[in-house]
């Protein structure tokens, strides 16, 4: 790991400490988006610090695994901030209520199949009582979304590609034009088969030597997978204060990794 990176990490280390005492006092009584981006940080936080200590380890497969997580929510992110954002997040909200009802119900059908697997317990999820009453909260839940947002069957949530133009689209001031879409492209996409271990994915962990033999294959590349990782956790701190979820000036420390990142 270069010099380079180490003092990045130093700073991040610090913005983190920094940043976290405020967060603290934040009571998720904002609009959708305040308390989204609030949520966000925690889970993109984590696992930036799980990448840098893969990373440390040479572990960088599963590193640059949990770096196409981050780019995900750095897409929602940014999707959710450049246009109408307390009906996207709505969306996104419903969605949410939906896939639980998938979930929910897949379980109901399966242990109507397979009844030997049903708990007599109310409280454990292969209990009939307690999936009723599940998916009807559930039902509730995305009715009361449906109607206090004024939401009808054609407000989809989009994939991340088309997220990805939209952002494009937003014509942010500083962003270079297409820079969304080629995240998607050229990053996201390209560690799909790592994520899903389908063949390609297992092909990314091996490879033959001279000697006709398989070996783990790790590339070293914690110069990119780590500043990636870290640009995205400084563009959502200053999210969080642009956004009036942070009050006061710009922690200093993110200066000092911009000054990095830009010159890499």
């Known amino acids: 790991m270069n010099q380079d990176v180490k003092e990045t990490i130093k700073n991040f280390h610090f ?57 995900e929510i750095h897409i929602n992110i940014i999707y959710h901030q450049v246009e109408d954002s ?3 997040l709505a969306i996104h909200a419903k969605n949410r209520f939906a896939q639980l009802r998938k979930i929910f119900s897949g379980v109901s059908n399966f242990i109507d199949k397979f009844p030997t697997y049903i708990s007599s317990d109310d409280k454990n999820l292969f209990n009939k009582k307690y999936l009723k009453s599940a998916l009807s909260k559930i039902e509730s839940d995305l009715k ?10 054609k407000d989809k949530e989009l994939d991340l590609f088309q997220k990805s133009i939209k952002c494009d689209n937003a014509k942010i001031k500083g962003i270079r034009e297409g820079h969304f879409e080629w995240l998607y492209n050229l990053i996201y996409r390209q560690l799909s ?10 092909e990314s962990f091996v490879y033959k030597n001279n000697d ?3 070996i783990t294959k790790e590339i070293n590349i914690d110069s990119i997978i780590i500043p990636y990782a870290i640009g995205i956790c400084v563009a959502l701190v200053k999210d969080l204060y642009e956004n009036d979820i942070l009050k006061g000036n710009i922690p200093s420390h993110i200066n000092e990794i911009e000054k990095y990142l830009k010159s890499d």
Do not use: M
């Open 193 to 202: 088969p790592s994520v899903h271990l389908d063949i390609l994915g297992i």
């Open 212 to 214: 006709c033999k398989y």
């Open 144 to 153: 009361n979304i449906e109607s206090n947002n004024r939401l009808t069957h």
């Open 15 to 71: 913005l983190k400490d920094k940043i976290e005492p405020l967060l603290e006092n934040y009571q998720c009584k904002g609009t959708y988006l305040q308390n989204y981006l609030y949520f966000t940080y925690t889970p993109t936080f984590n696992y930036t610090e799980a990448i840098i200590i893969l990373c440390d380890n040479k572990k960088y497969n599963a590193a640059s695994v949990l770096l196409r997580s981050i780019l």
């Open 86 to 88: 307390e009906k996207r």
